[in-house]
């Protein structure tokens, strides 16, 4: 299908201090549940030598997550190093410990921070992620953000219909004239353990009808192809808003995005059944062609477009979560 690998989320790690319920519902990530032991995950040279073997592959831009990826400890030492390939440097986060770490993430070279923020109304925020972190941390940690100038910070927005549609609204009024781009997302039947039925969406189409009762918006045009959002712009100049329509609109002709699990699977696709197993090369510390063919191997012969092709044949098929693969 003519795609390059542009971007690589790299997962640091599948823990997470939120439950989020349409991620990491707590039935099935509580006690029982077994995580990465930390033997298991790449060690950050390892993740620097991925990176490196992807440069020839068109590797442009690298976003860590996880889980939480601040749950790691020391990722600016990561950050440091990625920086130094090259590469664009992004981190996505739940953001409630950002503000402890934000200085030291500016001074190691980080681009840009993506937040994930549902809900500013208390109430709905804690019956979303399910744990007792209040949303004033999430908004210290993007404030933290602006000022060591980790930006264009954007948030992102799961909606999710009956939960939080409410929000949609409150979070454009809150972030507009900020210069953070809030980008509401249409919820995704990602992994197993979620619930996700096609009645639970949002459409792009119905955000914006409800938004345009209110706010005067205007399309801006798409700065590349590959851009997941559709943007939209407050015609008095206050700020944009975004929209990523994975469901009702999918883009999977212009995905240019890899993943890297915690513990070195690749994966070529989001709905993906399983990953390539990449281990053994990555540990090894063989010269790092080896492990750019191996991983050319892998992307060559890619022909996912699960979203495109969402149906009652694919939704039976095993999934991976999205803590695991790194959202
Ligand atoms: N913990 C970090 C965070 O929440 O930003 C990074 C990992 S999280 C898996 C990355 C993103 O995936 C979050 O913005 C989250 O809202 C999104 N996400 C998780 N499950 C989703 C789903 N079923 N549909 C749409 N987005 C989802
Ligand atoms: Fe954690 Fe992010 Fe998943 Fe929420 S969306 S449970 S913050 S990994
Ligand atoms: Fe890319 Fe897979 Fe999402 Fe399509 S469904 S946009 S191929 S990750």
């Known amino acids: ?6 971007d690589l ?36 040279p390892e993740i620097h030598r991925f990176v490196l073997a992807c ?12 889980g939480e990826p601040l749950l790691r400890p020391g990722l600016d030492e990561l950050v440091s190093m990625l920086s130094e390939t090259g590469v664009e440097t992004a981190l996505t986060t739940n953001a409630s410990l950002l503000s402890r770490h934000a200085p030291e993430l500016a001074a190691s070279g980080l681009d840009r921070v993506t937040v994930s923020l549902d809900a500013l109304d208390p109430e709905i925020h804690s019956r979303m992620t399910d744990c007792s972190i209040p949303v004033e941390d999430v908004l210290e940690g993007i404030q933290s953000a602006i000022d060591n100038d980790l930006g264009p910070v954007k948030v992102n927005c799961v909606v999710q219909r009956g939960v939080n549609e409410s929000e949609v609204p409150a979070l454009v009024r809150k972030f507009r004239g900020t210069g953070v781009t809030v980008r509401f997302i249409e919820y995704m039947d990602v992994g197993r353990t979620n619930g996700w039925s096609r009645g639970q969406v949002v459409s792009t189409n119905d955000m914006l009808e409800y938004l345009m009762g209110e706010f005067e918006l205007v399309p801006v045009e798409p700065e590349s ?6 943007r939209w712009a407050h015609s008095d100049g206050s700020g944009e808003i975004g929209f990523i329509s994975s469901v009702s609109s999918p883009f999977c002709g212009d995905c240019v995005r890899a993943r890297l699990s915690a513990d070195g699977h690749l994966f070529t696709c989001l709905f993906a059944s399983g990953g390539h197993d990449l281990r053994a090369i990555i540990h090894e510390d063989s010269d790092t062609q080896v492990l750019t063919d191996a991983i050319a191997a892998v992307w060559r012969r890619r022909s996912d477009r699960y979203s495109e092709l969402r149906s009652s044949e694919t939704s039976s098929l095993p999934r991976i979560e999205m803590s695991y693969i790194g959202g």
């Open 55 to 66: 440069l020839p592959l068109g590797l442009k831009k690298v976003r860590i997550t996880g």
């Open 1 to 6: 299908m003519g795609r390059e690998l542009r």
């Open 9 to 44: 989320r790299v997962s640091v790690t599948d823990r997470c201090n939120f439950r989020c319920r349409y991620c990491m519902p707590r039935e099935r990530f509580g006690e029982g549940h077994t995580f990465l032991p930390r033997r298991a995950l790449l060690s950050f």
């Open 225 to 230: 192809p590959s851009d997941v959002a559709t």
